[in-house]
């Protein structure tokens, strides 16, 4: 009983230490994305008055 308590502990441990690390790495992209993508919207607005998404197309 004790080695099948021990095989228990190690198969949740595993888990509930990949968790919050995979979560981090799921929630950071997506709010890097946003922060950038507002400053970019701010800083387009603010200097030449026009959309950031024409500004893109007439990049391309």
């Known amino acids: ?3 099948y308590a021990l095989n ?3 198969a949740v441990f595993p888990i509930s230490l ?3 690390v ?3 790495f799921l929630v950071f ?3 890097l994305v946003l922060w950038v993508f507002s ?3 701010h800083a387009g ?3 030449t008055g026009t959309p950031v998404f024409s500004s ?3 990049e391309r």
Do not use: A, C, G
């Open 29 to 31: 992209p997506v709010f």
């Open 22 to 24: 995979f979560l981090v």
């Open 1 to 3: 009983m004790q080695p």
């Open 8 to 10: 228990r502990r190690l």
């Open 39 to 41: 400053r970019r919207v």
């Open 45 to 47: 607005q603010s200097s």
């Open 56 to 58: 893109l197309i007439y």
């Open 18 to 20: 990949v968790f919050p």
